[in-house]
């Protein structure tokens, strides 16, 4: 069956901590994958998505296929970065798949 | 460039009503999506337009939800008659072609 796995319902960290947001995935095929981000009264937007392999507002993510995960990470957690952060899987409908999400609060 | 947008923003109504939500997409983007969240749970799939023809409705949850895409532009998504299990955020997101789904920013369903 095709699941994402966000383990973490609340991850609380200090400003300047290293954040890891972990995230793992089931899917028979090559999957798609992406993290989402909703901050406060914000709609949904789109982080970042494997393909790119890119670095945004400091987060990466990269895919790793043995052990079918996809965490965020951030070397230096900064208070604007407190959010919900959603992992999600685009399958061969291109529909996606969601995980339940994590709430990550920066403390000052 | 305007995002995708919802309406209303919120609904509040009592069970066995109806309620009609609307999504208007990006403009150029024919691929337009459902998804909501109930809550305690994560986000799910709805169903997929590409222009005017549902792609796929297999998240529709039952026959109580009807989806229309009429003229391929905008979307509406009914709820007939509505149930205390239908509370929740129902968004909207929009792409072109194959590409990023951009959402809305959601239309929170109450039901008493």
């Known amino acids: 069956a095709q699941r994402v796995t966000q383990p973490e319902k609340l991850l609380s960290v200090f400003k300047g901590a290293p954040v890891e947001l972990k995230c793992n995935y089931s899917y028979s095929g090559s999957p798609e994958l992406f993290w989402y981000v909703q901050y406060s009264r914000q709609r949904l937007q789109l982080l970042l998505r494997?393909?790119s392999r890119e670095s945004i507002k400091g987060f990466t993510a990269d895919l790793n296929k043995g052990e079918t995960s996809f965490h965020l990470k951030k070397p230096f957690a900064q208070e604007e970065d407190s959010a919900m952060y959603y992992c999600a899987l685009r399958d061969s409908s291109y529909k996606l798949i969601f995980g339940s999400g994590t709430r990550l609060l920066v403390r000052p | 460039e305007a995002g995708v947008t919802q309406f209303p923003s919120h609904s509040v109504i009592e069970k066995g009503q109806t309620v009609t939500l609307r999504c208007d997409p990006i403009?150029?983007?024919?691929?337009l999506y459902w998804y909501r969240r109930v809550m305690g749970k994560e986000i799910k799939f709805l169903l997929h337009?590409?222009?005017?023809?549902?792609?796929?409705e297999s998240g529709m949850p039952n026959n109580r939800f009807l989806a229309e895409r009429t003229g391929g532009t905008y979307s509406t998504l009914k709820v007939q008659p509505a149930e205390l299990e239908d509370s929740g955020v129902y968004f909207c997101a929009s792409s072109q072609a194959w590409g990023t789904q951009f959402f809305g920013p959601g239309t929170r369903l109450t039901v008493l």
């Open positions: 403009s150029g983007h024919d691929n």
């Open positions: 337009f590409v222009k005017e023809s549902k792609q796929d």
């Open positions: 494997h393909i």
